[in-house]
């Protein structure tokens, strides 16, 4: 029982709540000890929230994932979590979330709640219309990197990375789509009914489109944002930008993967690799520099 509590929470997904961390990173505190603190305290709450609209979500598409070639193994979905609990689970997760953030400050619970009744809205409702339902995975990033911000008392953190952030997300996002699409083939609407309002060709030029912006805005962002090195040092970190896309891109496309872009940071060690290079750049540049 407690596996299957454990499996529903996607814990492997809470590798998108690093986004919190983005404020404290570049905005330079990641010596402030409070503001360390704080975003901490953030992370770990956004990871019960996210865990609570992921359990909500399984709920919510229990049919269509029994009939899911991987999805029916779910724990709420092959029944070994009744809905019943499943649902007492997911109240617990997201109330406790909400009570823990507003006793933080007000603009982070807000930013919470927003989160919280927006993905609840995905999940039912906006998740079945094509392209706002990637839209919205994205403004979950952004509200993710907001959050971050409302932790602590920024000075330098440029507006730019939300632009960065959100086609970041929408180039994932769109990546996902086209590898459940391509996963699921001519079964594919029998699962979700967006996929009625995809094609391969369609999302391959989304792809193209938000790939292409995101490393100009990126780029943009390392030698206009005002809180960078006079240098221009950060433009250094570009070649890890370009190469972690074309790997994800050369990952969904030739290898036929993505369908869960958690699993490739885990398992994909070339992308790893550019991770971490890009990852010890900005810390050298901002910190050491």
């Not at 029916?72 to 007492?88: D, E, M, P, Q, Y």
């Not at 001519?186 to 292409?212: C, K, M, P, W």
Request: charged share 15%; with cysteine; aromatic share 14%.
């Amino acid at each position: 029982m407690l596996k299957d509590i454990f499996s529903s929470l996607r814990v492997k997904q809470w590798l998108k709540n690093a986004f919190v961390l983005a404020a404290l990173v570049f905005d330079r505190q990641l010596t402030n000890l409070t503001a360390v603190r704080s975003t901490l305290t953030g992370v770990i709450i956004f990871c019960f929230l996210s865990s609570s609209v992921y359990v909500f979500n399984d709920i919510f598409d229990i049919s269509a994932d029994q009939k899911h070639p991987v999805k029916k193994n779910r724990a709420i979905a092959s029944g070994r979590i009744s809905v019943t609990n499943a649902i007492l689970l997911a109240i617990i997760l997201g109330a406790g979330s909400l009570l823990w953030a507003s006793l933080i400050s007000f603009n982070f619970f807000y930013i919470c709640a927003i989160y919280l009744f927006m993905n609840l809205a995905y999940s039912k409702w906006l998740k079945h219309i094509p392209i706002l339902d990637v839209m919205i995975i994205a403004a979950g990033f952004v509200l993710r990197v907001a959050a971050g911000v409302s932790l602590i008392e920024v000075e330098r953190f440029s507006p730019w990375l939300y632009v960065v952030t959100t086609l970041l997300a929408l180039y994932i996002g769109f990546g996902k789509r086209r590898a459940e699409l391509n996963l699921l083939a001519e079964e594919a609407n029998q699962h979700r009914t967006v996929f009625n309002g995809y094609t391969l060709a369609f999302l391959d030029q989304l792809i193209t489109i938000v790939s292409a912006t995101t490393i100009v805005s990126y780029s943009l962002y390392t030698f206009s944002a005002p809180n960078l090195p006079s240098n221009h040092a950060m433009m250094l970190t570009i070649p890890f930008v370009v190469y972690g896309i074309f790997r994800y891109l050369y990952l969904i496309q030739v290898k036929q993967t993505g369908g869960a872009p958690e699993e490739l940071v885990i398992k994909d060690h070339p992308l790893q690799i550019a991770l971490v290079l890009w990852g010890l750049s900005v810390l050298i540049i901002f910190y050491l520099t």
